[in-house]
């Protein structure tokens, strides 16, 4: 079988946690089709509402460890003290599907995807200040103990931020969505990954420029 051009790159959303990678993800694969979820695993468990298969396989610390044993996971990292981690065929099977993969991800997760897929494009999301910062963990529910980690946290990853391919202002949702939707249509125009167009036209040229053709 011809083996399929790749259409597309895995598109990785960082920020610190409160930063609005789940928002803004609910939000890209909601308006565009042109995306896709690629489920990640953890060991923390499931909040209120959250199903396994779709907002995370939530899986036993064993069976994590069996999974990073066996080379499943393509990234992964512990996040305030719970495991997590990308399985490739997460990422395969999406991009497979014809779909950018959506990897929200933690800031030393999006390192390692670096490394491991250099086209990869990623995007840290910026909250408008460390006040918002905040006042948008106290708004997701968590506790003061947890934002008083989160905020000690990101500073560190503040420091990553210059590592990443764009950054995008998460003040109002919609400006950094349509930021993003943006990133990903200059993303999809670079000429590697429309080669076969420009292949499909030098064939019909070279057709249209053969002697035979000419002497009609
Ligand atoms: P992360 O997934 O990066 O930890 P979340 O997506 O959970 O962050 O966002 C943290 C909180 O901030 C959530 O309660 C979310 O509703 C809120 N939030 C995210 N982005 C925005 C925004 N642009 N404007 C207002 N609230 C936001
Ligand atoms: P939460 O527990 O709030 O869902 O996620 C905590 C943090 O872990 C978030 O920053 C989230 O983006 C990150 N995260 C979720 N899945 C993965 C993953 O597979 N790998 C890495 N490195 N981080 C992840």
Not at 6 to 14: A, D, I, K
Not at 141 to 166: H, K
Not at 205 to 210: A, D, F, G, I, Y
Request: aromatic share 8%; glycine share 6%.
């Amino acid at each position: 079988m011809k083996k399929k051009t790749q259409r597309y790159f895995p598109l990785v959303v960082s920020a610190p946690s409160g930063g609005g990678k789940s928002t803004v993800r609910a939000e890209l694969l909601r308006r565009d089709p042109r995306f896709g979820f690629s489920i990640t695993c953890t060991t923390r468990a499931p909040r209120p509402g959250e199903k396994h298969g779709r907002d995370y396989y939530f899986v036993t610390p064993r069976e994590f460890e069996n999974l990073r044993r066996d080379g499943k996971l393509l990234e992964w990292a512990n996040v305030h003290g719970n495991l997590y981690g990308t399985p490739v065929k997460s990422v395969r099977d999406v991009l497979d599907a014809g779909r950018i993969p959506v990897m929200t991800i933690d800031v030393k997760g999006a390192r390692s995807v670096r490394r491991l897929f250099p086209e990869a494009v990623t995007v840290f999301l910026l909250p408008p200040s460390l006040d918002t910062l905040r006042r948008r963990l106290a708004g997701r529910g968590e506790a003061p103990e947890s934002i008083s980690v989160r905020m000690r946290t990101a500073a560190a990853e503040l420091r990553e931020a210059d590592s990443f391919g764009y950054i995008v202002y998460n003040d109002t949702l919609e400006k950094a969505v349509e930021d993003v939707i943006g990133i990903a249509d200059a993303e999809c125009r670079r000429a590697r990954l429309n080669l076969d167009a420009v292949k499909r036209f030098e064939k019909d040229l070279k057709r249209l420029n053969s002697p035979r053709r000419r002497k009609k």
